[in-house]
């Protein structure tokens, strides 16, 4: 078990370019949460997936926004036409949720993609 | 609908001082509250939770936090700071049942005067 993986952990971009990020759950995770963290702020909840299914999304996601979970394995978070708005640090959580009690309900979080829209 | 307020965005400390990190929160559901650190550049690692049960949690790295469910708080302590806590903490708070989404404070950034 390595943990929670996230690539890339740094990505700049020019504005109206688009970016897609990954994050790797710890394996038999079938919770997957994607947050997103400004400066000086908590993160913020974006989205979460059961395995594949997308379950709710933040009124933060734009259209602009998409998330994937294809495989129930890891997922994706692209952005389209880049603002600069959305530079901010993205942070993917997961969980087991089929543990009970305390224990489903730990998440632990990855390194973090920190986007920086130029 | 839950929230999370923390007192004091900046927290200083001398080495060997006291830490008292304070956050209260809102919940209309028997909440689950959770402690995390994140360290510059970093995610966030969880130091500490509380689910059911003893109202005094113990995390790692000497932490503590007390669940008052009258005082709707859940601060976090440690009897005395090192160099090495400097780091911002973040109180966070989800519901016991649904889907556990977790809602964050805007966070406290503490510093460790040697």
């Known amino acids: 078990d390595t943990g929670v993986s996230q690539n890339p952990r740094h990505k700049i971009t020019k504005r109206g370019q688009n970016v897609t990020f990954r994050c790797d759950p710890i394996?038999?995770?079938?919770?997957l949460y994607w947050y997103r963290q400004t400066l000086g702020q908590g993160p913020e909840f974006l989205t979460y997936?059961?395995?594949?299914?997308?379950?709710?999304k933040s009124r933060l996601l734009s259209d602009r926004f998409s998330a994937e979970r294809p495989k129930g394995s890891f997922s994706t978070l692209e952005i389209q036409r880049t603002e600069q708005g959305d530079s901010a640090m993205y942070l993917c959580?997961?969980?087991?949720?089929?543990?009970?009690?305390?224990?489903?309900?730990?998440?632990?979080f990855g390194p973090g993609t920190r986007l920086t829209v130029l | 609908a839950q929230s999370v307020t923390q007192l004091g965005s900046h927290v200083s400390v001398s080495e060997g001082a006291l830490v008292l990190l304070r956050c209260n929160y809102s919940?209309?559901?028997?909440?689950?509250l959770f402690w995390y650190v994140q360290y510059p550049n970093q995610g966030l690692q969880l130091l500490l939770k509380y689910t059911t049960g003893a109202t005094l949690v113990k995390g790692i790295n000497g932490f503590e936090a007390e669940f008052k469910k009258s005082e709707t708080s859940f601060h976090l302590t440690k009897p005395s700071a090192h160099m090495s806590d400097a780091a911002e903490y973040f109180c966070?708070?989800?519901?016991?049942?649904?889907?556990?989404?977790?809602?964050f404070g805007i966070g406290t950034k503490l510093q460790v005067i040697p």
């Open positions: 997936f059961q395995n594949e299914a997308q379950l709710e």
């Open positions: 919940s209309s559901v028997p909440p689950y």
């Open positions: 959580a997961s969980i087991d949720a089929s543990l009970s009690g305390g224990a489903g309900n730990t998440q632990y």
């Open positions: 394996s038999e995770h079938n919770r």
């Open positions: 966070a708070v989800s519901d016991a049942g649904g889907y556990q989404k977790v809602t």
